[in-house]
């Protein structure tokens, strides 16, 4: 059974991170490529956001006993097999794990044009992900 207690406290760090980002979401590109400040604070909650769903993932797989992937990515995979994610989300959960791998591993040069994308159109993906997990853990 999966543990509830931490699951809403998983989740209310990725809302915490949600509102610091929903802060900066009206700073016009230009502004936002010019400040170092407002970019560091972008990257490094949209990297504690995915780390929370990458964590919410990891302990529904292991709860549940769905065996252990073999990539980050492949935690979202799981969570589409057993139906607690849509297909949909699934792929947007990965793309979101290949972006925080670039931040922390600095794999190449961050392209601030897509951090300012995903800023101003992607932060609802976290609150679909965050429904979706709720219905599956009846929080």
């Known amino acids: 059974m999966v543990n509830q207690a931490l699951l809403r406290t ?3 760090h990725i809302k915490k991170s949600m509102d610091r980002l929903l802060g900066k979401a009206g700073v ?3 502004e936002f490529r010019a400040n170092a400040d407002i970019q560091d604070i972008v990257t490094h909650n949209l990297q504690l956001a995915i780390q929370g769903a990458i964590d919410i993932a990891s302990h529904i797989i292991s709860d549940e006993g769905w065996g ?3 990539t ?3 935690l979202f995979e799981i969570l589409r097999e057993h139906k607690v994610i849509d297909e949909k989300m699934s792929g947007l959960m990965k793309k979101m794990v290949g972006f ?3 931040i922390v591993h600095e794999y190449d040069d961050i392209d601030l044009n897509k951090v300012h994308q995903i800023l101003t159109e992607r932060l609802g993906d976290f609150d679909d992900f965050l429904k979706q997990i709720t219905m599956f853990a009846n929080l």
């Open 10 to 12: 998983k989740t209310a």
């Open 28 to 30: 016009p590109r230009k």
């Open 68 to 70: 252990v992937p073999n």
């Open 72 to 74: 980050l990515v492949g």
């Open 100 to 102: 925080r791998n670039i």
